[in-house]
T-cell receptor, first 112, second 115 residues
């Protein structure tokens, strides 16, 4: 049972490049979400999904796109990376009625 | 909107001592959950303890316990008999009981346990 798997673990991008952070879970969880972690600010919610085909914005959605075509996968897309998007990104999943969020190992993204 | 505040950016104690991490929050909700997460250097987010707001009894998990004061909107974490493996970043988090499970995190407290 792998839980929540994020790839890649580390990435360096140039300003203006695009990329997709992958997130997959094998627990059949309906709810999935993306957070970014910045020093002194904790984790902040970017986007979330309550099921396949349903997504919604969190606290800091600008510059990021998501889609949820399957229950298992919830990719996060950066269309044109900016230095302000340098951060550690976490994907999390849980059941719809659950209170425990399962987190991936995180992706450290640096935009130069 | 809900906010969570951790006013101690860093703390340091000796091994075997007891340490308390502070957390306050602001919400107009009556039913919600509060959490403490641990993030060791490995970066993994680990759930330490959970408290349901409707429960008056403070949650306890082995050496970890909370002091939940609903009226004061305070939720502190006490670590007893601290161990070197407790060295980590600790985050306090809030989640409404109704609706999507959106977690609102505090800024974090970096805890160092010294030998």
């Amino acid at each position: 049972n792998a839980g929540v798997t994020q790839t890649p673990k580390f990435q360096v991008l140039k300003t203006g490049q695009s990329m997709t952070l992958q997130c997959a879970q094998d627990m059949n969880h309906e709810y999935m979400s993306w957070y970014r972690q910045d020093p002194g600010m904790g984790l902040r919610l970017i986007h979330y999904s309550v099921g396949a085909g349903i997504t919604d914005q969190g606290e800091v959605p600008n510059g990021y796109n998501v889609s949820r075509s399957t229950t298992e996968d919830f990719p996060l897309r950066l269309l044109s990376a900016a230095p302000s998007q340098t951060s550690v990104y976490f994907c999390a999943s849980s059941t719809l009625r659950g209170t425990e969020a399962f987190f991936g190992q995180g992706t450290r993204l640096t935009v130069v | 909107a809900q906010t969570v505040t951790q006013s101690q950016p860093e703390m340091s104690v000796q091994e075997a001592e007891t340490v308390t991490l502070s957390c306050t929050y602001d919400t107009s909700e009556n039913n919600y959950y509060l959490f403490w997460y641990k993030q060791p250097p490995s970066r993994q987010m680990i759930l330490v303890i959970r408290q349901e707001a409707y429960k008056q009894q403070n949650a306890t998990e082995n050496r970890f316990s909370v002091n939940f004061q609903k009226a004061a909107k305070s939720f502190s974490l006490k670590i007893s008999d601290s161990q070197l493996g407790d060295t980590a970043m600790y985050f306090c988090a809030f989640m409404k009981q109704q609706g999507a499970q959106k977690l609102v995190f505090g800024q974090g407290t970096r805890l160092t346990i010294n030998p």
